[in-house]
């Protein structure tokens, strides 16, 4: 037996997923997960959910709850971190900020780095929170503990922490099912494709593609000649018009969430984000954000009233679907929940596949944030890349990477999304506000020294932000 600690715990979007996943594994049937959130309600909802599901599944996972971070993360061998500082409503309120100061969709929305809840330079208190996890992590989990990182920024995240703490760690996303998104549209058996990503989080590039012994470049080719794609929604962009653009400009596919993270020719405005994402403008639109918002605000809803619906009848059966589906309102979730008390279905985030592979010695691929140290050549050592790996109780082994990433995509893609990686990081770490002003006198938004004073003054006024301000009064 093992003690594992999900920080953040009451995210609507992880903590199920994860916790049905080690009921999926027979070898992890008596492991000790401590929940740890600060929000209490939240927290309850995921640990009724948990034990119920637990139980149905004929484990006995021994689940624990607590507010406090160090209780969670003593003696754990690994250690699940999805929380956000100042959730959803922090970043609506910073982005409302910089709009008002003329930066569209917020100031932390830059070229290569669209993402909207990827905040890098005004999210003082997550990056600090990252590093107090970190440095709990070493001082009192158990020797040798693994740090799993999915909360964002990944990239930023897994580079501070790599660089500053010595504990074992790995930065996850799910960007890289692009690749499946694309074998399922253009008709391609996922099995049959030998493919590779490589690039930084949010930012990863197809560079390996052969379908059996085929090129699978020219297939997709073929398609995109023949074929246009229309969004069911606003994540779907994997062949929008912009992805297709990336792609004839850079040489090579952007998977994922890269295709989001374009260069400011995609997001001037609504109407261009619509021209190159389809008729909602992408996930990052005020249409798609709003979207994906609604989303998450009832799933947490519905998780809360499924929790109490389950305490109140707790003769109720979890696994019979048909029971209480009609009660779940909302499309993906009943989607989520049916993959969820699926015995047979994972749901497809890494983190316990991986754990299964370090504790039970099973070697498995994953896509995995880590420190460069040589793997894609034309990058420092000490930037965190994601990339293909093969992971056992050895560790990670990073996969060659094989073709090379194209000349484009290192020079003109990575290396600039890698330098404003690098000033969030030294303005963070140095306190100095110049660097952060920097950031912002590069952007095409800015037109004036006032303006920058603005914005910045006005967000490190925010009552949540007064550490950040003192920080950077030094
Ligand atoms: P959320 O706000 O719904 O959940 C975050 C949870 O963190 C909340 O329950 C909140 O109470 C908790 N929290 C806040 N401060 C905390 C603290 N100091 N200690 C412990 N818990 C704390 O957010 P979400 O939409 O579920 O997203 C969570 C994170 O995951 C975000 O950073 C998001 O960007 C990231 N994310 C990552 C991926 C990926 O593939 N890596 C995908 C989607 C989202």
């Given at each position: 037996?093992?003690?594992?600690?999900?920080i953040?715990?009451?995210?609507?979007?992880?903590?199920?997923?994860?916790?049905?996943?080690?009921?999926?594994?027979?070898?992890?049937?008596?492991?000790?997960?401590?929940?740890?959130?600060?929000?209490?309600?939240?927290?309850?909802?995921?640990?009724?959910?948990?034990?119920?599901?637990?139980?149905?599944?004929?484990?006995s996972?021994?689940f624990?709850?607590t507010?406090?971070?160090?209780e969670?993360i003593?003696?754990?061998?690994?250690?699940i971190?999805?929380?956000?500082?100042?959730?959803?409503?922090y970043?609506?309120?910073?982005?409302?900020?910089g709009?008002?100061?003329?930066?569209?969709?917020?100031?932390?929305?830059?070229?290569?780095?669209?993402?909207?809840?990827?905040y890098?330079?005004?999210?003082?208190?997550?990056?600090?929170?990252?590093?107090?996890?970190?440095?709990?992590?070493?001082?009192?989990?158990?020797?040798?503990?693994?740090?799993?990182?999915?909360?964002?920024?990944?990239?930023?995240?897994t580079?501070?922490?790599?660089?500053?703490?010595?504990?074992?760690?790995?930065?996850?996303?799910?960007?890289?099912?692009?690749?499946?998104?694309i074998a399922?549209?253009i008709g391609?058996?996922?099995?049959?494709?030998?493919?590779?990503?490589?690039?930084?989080?949010?930012?990863?590039?197809?560079?390996?593609?052969?379908?059996?012994?085929?090129?699978?470049?020219?297939?997709?080719?073929?398609w995109?000649?023949?074929?246009?794609?229309?969004p069911?929604?606003?994540?779907?962009?994997?062949?929008?018009?912009?992805?297709?653009?990336?792609?004839?400009?850079?040489?090579?596919?952007?998977?994922?969430?890269?295709?989001?993270?374009s260069?400011?020719?995609?997001?001037?405005?609504?109407?261009?984000?619509?021209?190159?994402y389809?008729?909602?403008?992408?996930?990052?639109s005020?249409?798609?954000?709003?979207?994906?918002?609604?989303?998450?605000r009832?799933?947490?809803?519905?998780?809360?009233?499924?929790?109490?619906?389950?305490?109140?009848?707790?003769?109720?059966?979890?696994?019979?679907?048909?029971?209480?589906?009609?009660?779940?309102?909302?499309?993906?979730?009943?989607?989520?929940i049916?993959?969820?008390?699926?015995?047979?279905?994972?749901?497809?985030?890494?983190?316990?596949?991986?754990?299964?592979?370090?504790?039970?010695?099973?070697?498995?691929?994953?896509?995995?944030?880590?420190?460069?140290?040589?793997?894609?050549?034309?990058?420092?050592?000490?930037?965190?890349?994601?990339?293909?790996?093969?992971?056992?109780?050895?560790?990670i082994?990073?996969?060659?990477?094989?073709?090379?990433?194209?000349?484009?995509?290192?020079?003109?893609?990575?290396?600039?999304?890698?330098?404003?990686?690098?000033?969030?990081?030294?303005?963070?770490?140095?306190?100095?506000?110049?660097?952060?002003?920097?950031?912002?006198?590069?952007?095409?938004?800015?037109?004036?020294?006032?303006?920058?004073?603005g914005?910045?003054?006005?967000?490190?006024?925010?009552?949540?932000?007064?550490?950040?301000?003192?920080?950077?009064?030094?």
């Open positions: 037996m093992f003690k594992v600690a999900m953040g715990a009451g995210s609507a979007i992880f903590s199920l997923r994860i916790i049905s996943d080690f009921t999926k594994i027979p070898e992890f049937e008596d492991v000790e997960i401590y929940l740890m959130d600060i929000d209490e309600t939240r927290l309850n909802s995921t640990f009724i959910l948990a034990n119920k599901l637990s139980e149905e599944m004929g484990t996972l021994k624990k709850t507010t406090n971070l160090e969670a003593d003696g754990a061998k690994f250690v971190n999805t929380a956000m500082a100042g959730g959803h409503n970043l609506e309120k910073v982005r409302k900020i709009e008002k100061w003329g930066y569209y969709r917020g100031i932390d929305s830059q070229e290569f780095n669209m993402v909207s809840d990827y890098t330079i005004s999210n003082f208190n997550q990056l600090n929170l990252f590093l107090k996890v970190a440095r709990l992590v070493e001082e009192k989990a158990e020797k040798g503990a693994w740090l799993l990182q999915a909360a964002n920024p990944v990239f930023e995240g580079t501070l922490i790599l660089r500053n703490v010595p504990i074992n760690m790995v930065g996850f996303c799910h960007g890289h099912y692009g690749v499946h998104h399922e549209i391609l058996d996922i099995s049959k494709i030998d493919w590779q990503v490589a690039g930084v989080n949010h930012g990863i590039w197809l560079n390996r593609f052969f379908y059996e012994d085929k090129n699978g470049y020219e297939i997709l080719d073929k995109l000649k023949n074929n246009t794609y229309e069911k929604h606003p994540f779907d962009d994997q062949l929008s018009p912009a992805a297709i653009d990336m792609y004839n400009f850079y040489g090579q596919m952007p998977i994922g969430d890269t295709v989001r993270n260069s400011w020719k995609y997001h001037y405005n609504l109407e261009t984000k619509k021209k190159w389809g008729k909602f403008g992408g996930a990052d005020e249409i798609g954000w709003k979207w994906y918002q609604d989303n998450v009832a799933i947490t809803k519905t998780i809360n009233k499924l929790a109490n619906y389950v305490s109140m009848n707790p003769r109720i059966k979890l696994l019979d679907f048909n029971l209480y589906k009609d009660y779940l309102n909302i499309e993906i979730f009943k989607e989520e049916e993959s969820i008390i699926n015995p047979e279905k994972f749901s497809g985030e890494q983190h316990v596949p991986f754990i299964d592979s370090i504790v039970n010695d099973k070697k498995q691929r994953f896509v995995v944030n880590i420190l460069n140290n040589g793997i894609i050549e034309g990058i420092d050592d000490n930037v965190a890349v994601e990339i293909p790996a093969w992971v056992d109780s050895n560790g082994h990073p996969e060659k990477i094989s073709p090379r990433l194209s000349e484009r995509v290192i020079k003109y893609y990575l290396r600039p999304r890698i330098m404003r990686m690098e000033m969030a990081l030294e303005a963070f770490i140095k306190g100095d506000i110049n660097v952060l002003k920097e950031f912002l006198f590069r952007d095409p938004r800015t037109k004036s020294e006032e303006q920058v004073e914005v910045l003054n006005e967000i490190m006024n925010l009552p949540e932000n007064k550490k950040m301000k003192e920080h950077y009064s030094k």
